[in-house]
Protein backbone atom coordinates (compact mmCIF):
# COMPACT_ATOMS: atom_id res chain seq x y z
CA UNK A 1 0.00 0.00 0.00
CA UNK A 2 1.54 3.22 -0.62
CA UNK A 3 0.39 7.06 -0.18
CA UNK A 4 2.16 10.00 -1.60
CA UNK A 5 5.41 7.85 -1.91
CA UNK A 6 5.71 6.81 1.30
CA UNK A 7 5.71 2.91 1.73
CA UNK A 8 3.50 1.56 4.84
CA UNK A 9 3.32 -1.81 6.11
CA UNK A 10 -0.29 -3.25 6.84
CA UNK A 11 1.01 -4.60 9.81
CA UNK A 12 1.60 -1.26 11.35
CA UNK A 13 0.40 -0.01 14.43
CA UNK A 14 -0.03 2.91 16.18
CA UNK A 15 2.43 4.20 18.66
CA UNK A 16 1.95 3.37 22.17
CA UNK A 17 1.24 6.13 24.60
CA UNK A 18 4.01 7.29 26.32
CA UNK A 19 4.77 6.25 29.86
CA UNK A 20 5.62 9.01 32.03
CA UNK A 21 8.71 8.89 34.40
CA UNK A 22 8.58 7.96 37.44
CA UNK A 23 10.28 9.68 40.15
CA UNK A 24 12.39 7.74 42.66
CA UNK A 25 11.22 7.59 46.04
CA UNK A 26 14.82 6.48 47.62
CA UNK A 27 18.03 6.91 45.74
CA UNK A 28 21.38 5.12 47.16
CA UNK A 29 25.29 6.12 46.57
CA UNK A 30 28.51 5.01 47.95
CA UNK A 31 31.02 7.22 47.53
CA UNK A 32 34.82 7.38 49.48
CA UNK A 33 35.72 8.10 52.51
CA UNK A 34 36.78 11.76 51.84
CA UNK A 35 36.28 15.03 53.32
CA UNK A 36 35.44 16.55 50.12
CA UNK A 37 32.57 13.55 49.70
CA UNK A 38 30.55 15.75 52.14
CA UNK A 39 29.08 18.91 49.24
CA UNK A 40 28.89 15.94 46.48
CA UNK A 41 26.00 14.49 48.97
CA UNK A 42 25.05 17.90 49.72
CA UNK A 43 24.49 18.87 46.38
CA UNK A 44 23.01 15.42 45.40
CA UNK A 45 20.61 16.00 48.04
CA UNK A 46 19.18 19.50 47.12
CA UNK A 47 19.01 18.07 43.90
CA UNK A 48 16.79 14.84 44.76
CA UNK A 49 14.64 16.94 47.21
CA UNK A 50 13.73 19.22 44.30
CA UNK A 51 12.90 16.33 42.42
CA UNK A 52 10.54 15.57 44.92
CA UNK A 53 8.93 19.29 44.85
CA UNK A 54 10.64 19.93 48.63
CA UNK A 55 12.30 23.13 48.52
CA UNK A 56 13.18 26.14 51.21
CA UNK A 57 13.93 25.53 54.79
CA UNK A 58 13.00 21.80 54.98
CA UNK A 59 15.81 21.45 51.82
CA UNK A 60 18.69 23.42 54.06
CA UNK A 61 18.12 21.61 57.04
CA UNK A 62 17.83 18.41 55.62
CA UNK A 63 21.33 19.35 53.88
CA UNK A 64 23.05 20.46 57.50
CA UNK A 65 21.83 16.98 58.65
CA UNK A 66 23.08 15.35 56.06
CA UNK A 67 26.70 17.19 56.21
CA UNK A 68 26.78 16.31 59.69
CA UNK A 69 26.08 12.57 59.30
CA UNK A 70 28.43 12.34 56.70
CA UNK A 71 31.22 14.71 58.30
CA UNK A 72 30.68 12.38 61.38
CA UNK A 73 31.15 8.88 59.32
CA UNK A 74 33.74 10.15 57.36
CA UNK A 75 36.17 10.97 60.78
CA UNK A 76 34.65 7.59 62.40
CA UNK A 77 36.44 5.77 59.64
CA UNK A 78 39.48 7.48 59.76
CA UNK A 79 40.80 5.68 62.67
CA UNK A 80 39.63 2.46 61.14
CA UNK A 81 40.43 2.97 58.21
CA UNK A 82 36.81 2.66 56.09
CA UNK A 83 37.17 3.37 52.67
CA UNK A 84 33.62 3.88 51.56
CA UNK A 85 30.70 5.65 52.61
CA UNK A 86 27.17 4.36 52.01
CA UNK A 87 24.55 7.23 51.60
CA UNK A 88 20.41 7.09 51.05
CA UNK A 89 17.59 9.02 50.86
CA UNK A 90 14.17 8.48 50.64
CA UNK A 91 11.11 9.91 51.18
CA UNK A 92 8.52 7.95 53.70
CA UNK A 93 5.78 7.62 54.89
CA UNK A 94 3.38 9.00 51.78
CA UNK A 95 5.54 11.66 51.42
CA UNK A 96 5.32 13.00 54.95
CA UNK A 97 8.58 11.89 55.70
CA UNK A 98 12.89 12.27 54.59
CA UNK A 99 14.77 10.27 55.66
CA UNK A 100 18.51 10.15 55.41
CA UNK A 101 20.88 7.41 55.95
CA UNK A 102 24.50 7.71 55.88
CA UNK A 103 26.50 4.25 56.19
CA UNK A 104 30.33 3.44 57.57
CA UNK A 105 32.28 0.88 58.35
CA UNK A 106 33.05 1.26 61.95
CA UNK A 107 31.39 -0.14 65.17
CA UNK A 108 31.86 3.00 67.26
CA UNK A 109 28.28 4.79 68.19
CA UNK A 110 28.36 8.68 67.66
CA UNK A 111 27.16 10.56 71.15
CA UNK A 112 26.00 13.86 71.65
CA UNK A 113 28.81 15.60 73.41
CA UNK A 114 28.03 18.78 75.17
CA UNK A 115 30.93 20.93 75.63
CA UNK A 116 33.06 19.73 79.35
CA UNK A 117 34.84 22.43 81.14
CA UNK A 118 38.06 21.76 80.08
CA UNK A 119 37.65 21.28 76.30
CA UNK A 120 38.59 24.42 74.52
CA UNK A 121 35.36 25.59 72.07
CA UNK A 122 37.91 24.16 68.94
CA UNK A 123 37.93 21.30 70.84
CA UNK A 124 34.41 20.54 71.67
CA UNK A 125 33.10 21.95 67.79
CA UNK A 126 35.65 18.54 66.60
CA UNK A 127 33.35 16.18 67.98
CA UNK A 128 30.38 15.26 69.06
CA UNK A 129 28.56 18.86 68.57
CA UNK A 130 27.28 17.90 65.04
CA UNK A 131 24.80 15.63 66.56
CA UNK A 132 23.72 18.82 68.55
CA UNK A 133 22.66 20.14 65.79
CA UNK A 134 20.73 16.86 64.53
CA UNK A 135 18.89 16.67 67.69
CA UNK A 136 17.70 19.68 67.37
CA UNK A 137 16.70 19.90 63.60
CA UNK A 138 15.30 16.30 63.08
CA UNK A 139 12.11 14.86 63.86
CA UNK A 140 13.86 11.84 64.94
CA UNK A 141 17.37 10.45 64.53
CA UNK A 142 18.84 6.65 65.45
CA UNK A 143 22.06 4.72 64.97
CA UNK A 144 21.81 0.64 64.09
CA UNK A 145 24.19 -1.79 63.72
CA UNK A 146 24.29 -3.16 60.36
CA UNK A 147 26.94 -6.85 60.52
CA UNK A 148 29.78 -4.30 59.23
CA UNK A 149 29.11 -1.27 60.89
CA UNK A 150 26.27 1.04 61.55
CA UNK A 151 23.67 3.13 59.36
CA UNK A 152 22.91 6.77 61.17
CA UNK A 153 19.58 7.68 60.46
CA UNK A 154 17.66 11.01 60.66
CA UNK A 155 14.52 12.13 59.62
CA UNK A 156 12.43 15.02 58.79
CA UNK A 157 8.61 15.92 58.74
CA UNK A 158 7.45 16.86 55.84
CA UNK A 159 4.66 19.45 56.48
CA UNK A 160 3.24 23.24 55.95
CA UNK A 161 5.79 24.31 58.92
CA UNK A 162 8.45 24.46 56.41
CA UNK A 163 8.53 27.61 54.72
CA UNK A 164 9.35 27.02 51.46
CA UNK A 165 7.82 23.88 50.93
CA UNK A 166 6.21 23.35 47.16
CA UNK A 167 5.17 20.59 45.80
CA UNK A 168 5.13 19.84 42.19
Known amino acids: MRSKGIAMSTRARPAAPRIAPVTPTSVAYRLPS ?3 SVGWVRRELRRQLEQWGLAGELG ?5 LVSELVTNAVRAQAADGGAWVGVRFALEGGGRRVRLEVRDGSGG ?3 INDKQAEETEEEAAECGRGLVLVDALASGWGVEPDGI ?3 VWAELAVSAAWPGIGRR
Do not use: S
Not at 60 to 64: K, P, S
Open 109 to 111: RPV
Open 34 to 36: EPR
Open 149 to 151: GKV
Open 60 to 64: EAAAL
